[in-house]
């Protein structure tokens, strides 16, 4: 007689779920490591993270050569847990690339710090929210994908009040823990909502039962599907639940900001996609015009609150970036919300995943240069960046390059490309207002990044020094200004994703 545990039981594909684990089970390694490194020998803790992300990275390439899928529902393989598919790998190369860049900027930062951050429980937090974000992408049900979501946010908070004594990285975190708490708990309302009107949380099964949902259930269908977007809309930095940002980036260490501005926004642009295109396609009536009215109020609130910060030199150069990720957020909304609007959707949000591996390079890029600049003038002020070209030449073309790439302006011919692509998907699902919202957007933020551009060329009000760039810093800015060009010089390496199926 056969074990009924056979019909149960299955086998995991341990090649498909690599990614996220070796970033966790290295994240346990640092944790467990700290516990017997003495003080003197912890910044090897940081080198073993970065090697650690390296590897996790690596792990993609064997997964190349097609789908898979593992934590399959008995006698359902469609309805799987976990998907190793080309959106999920782009994610999570874009996850992990932009985690060990801020890793590169951490190992400096750490040093610099004086034992104010401890430095194990740092590289700990840093890997587990690394591992939930390279999860969730990967997730296909609600559940791993709310989990997926938690565990990437609940490290980050302590992350961005790690600071032993600073009143202002504190108060960021709280108000940082208490948005998402809020946001999270609106989606885990939608989801039970869902639930109870699909009885699954399979994202393939909810989008084949949802369609045939009792007349007197719709309604409550509606309300689910709207309130489960909120955590992951809340994640993006979408207005208006954007009002974290500009605080929670100035009071983190900056490479934590770095860190949140792409890693946190993958997070919440994957999760967003999983659930509009997947899901719940045939709610495209609801959430369709939804987030064609967040993106353009998040492109708007943004810009005009990057261009407010040009209005006294004393602004944070860090809270001039915070306003301009939100508004960058707008842009990679437009796509998604145009997905509603077209037959093939799945290919129009190929938009925003090429839109988003431009600019993560190369906002990554620019807090580099911002952590450079923060070694030396501990206030970070838009004004410190005045005559960098005299004391840094290669700092200064660098950022440049990197402003001229978020402007869509060349030579940033890849941010330019990424621009078009995005404003062709709003324009092709008859979206035009849209459109045009977002061509007003984008001449709005032309000028601030212009205007600190010029900043970087001018006569410095006094004579700065050269100081030596330590050697994780400048990896971090020669990698992703390699990145840049090589992108703005073959851009089809990342607008082929736009126009076609990633699914």
């Avoid at 056979?6 to 070796?22: F, G, N, R």
């Avoid at 430095?119 to 709310?146: H, K, Q």
Wanted: net charge positive; aromatic share 10%.
């Amino acid at each position: 007689m056969s074990s009924p545990a056979h019909s149960v039981v299955q086998s995991v594909d341990w090649l498909a779920i690599a990614p996220p684990t070796v970033t966790a089970a290295v994240g346990l390694a640092v944790l467990v490591a700290d516990l017997f490194l003495p003080d003197a020998r912890k910044a090897l803790l940081g080198w073993v993270s970065v090697g650690g992300l390296t590897v996790a990275a690596l792990t993609l390439l064997p997964l190349l050569d097609g789908d898979r899928t593992t934590f399959c529902l008995t006698g359902h393989p469609e309805a799987c847990s976990y998907a190793a598919d080309r959106f999920t790998l782009v994610i999570q190369f874009l996850v992990l690339g932009g985690a060990l860049l801020a890793a590169l900027l951490s190992v400096t930062a750490l040093k610099d710090a004086n034992r104010q951050v401890p430095e194990g429980e740092f590289w700990f937090l840093l890997l587990c929210s690394a591992a939930g974000a390279a999860l969730l992408p990967a997730s296909r049900d609600l559940a791993t994908l709310i989990v997926a979501l938690e565990v990437a946010s609940l490290p980050a908070f302590a992350l961005v009040g790690i600071r032993h004594g600073d009143r202002r990285s504190s108060e960021a975190a709280l108000k940082f823990f208490l948005s998402s708490v809020t946001a999270t708990a609106v989606s885990l309302m939608g989801i039970s909502f869902v639930y109870a009107t699909t009885g699954t949380l399979y994202l393939t099964q909810v989008a084949s039962r949802i369609q045939h949902v009792d007349g007197q259930f719709h309604a409550l269908a509606q309300t689910g599907v709207v309130l489960t977007l909120v955590g992951f809309a809340f994640k993006t930095a979408a207005v208006p639940f954007h009002f974290w940002v500009p605080d929670t980036y100035v009071g983190a260490p900056l490479p934590i900001a770095a860190y949140l501005s792409v890693v946190g926004k993958a997070v919440g642009f994957s999760g967003l996609i999983l659930v509009t295109v997947v899901a719940f396609p045939s709610y495209a009536d609801v959430w369709g015009p939804a987030l064609a009215a967040l993106a353009a109020l998040t492109m708007t609130i943004g810009n005009v609150g990057a261009l407010r910060q040009q209005t006294t030199r004393a602004y944070s150069a860090v809270r001039l970036l915070a306003w301009s990720s939100v508004g960058q957020a707008g842009y990679l909304l437009v796509p998604i919300a145009a997905a509603a609007y077209t037959k093939d959707a799945q290919k129009t949000i190929g938009s925003t995943v090429a839109y988003a591996l431009m600019y993560g390079a190369v906002n990554l890029g620019a807090f580099a240069v911002a952590a450079l600049v923060g070694r030396t003038r501990s206030l970070n002020r838009i004004s410190d960046y005045r005559g960098l070209y005299a004391s840094n030449p290669a700092a200064a073309l660098l950022l440049a390059f990197f402003l001229l790439c978020l402007a869509g302006l060349p030579p940033g011919i890849i941010g330019l490309f990424a621009k078009v692509t995005v404003f062709s998907a709003a324009v092709d699902a008859g979206l035009g207002w849209l459109a045009v919202v977002m061509a007003v957007n984008v001449v709005i933020a032309l000028f601030y990044y212009l205007r600190w551009t010029a900043m970087l060329f001018r006569t410095p009000e006094t004579q700065t020094l050269k100081h030596r760039v330590p050697a994780p810093l400048t990896a971090a800015l020669a990698l992703t200004g390699v990145l840049g060009v090589v992108l703005s010089g073959a851009p089809q390496l990342v607008l082929r994703f736009a126009g076609t199926g990633l699914f």
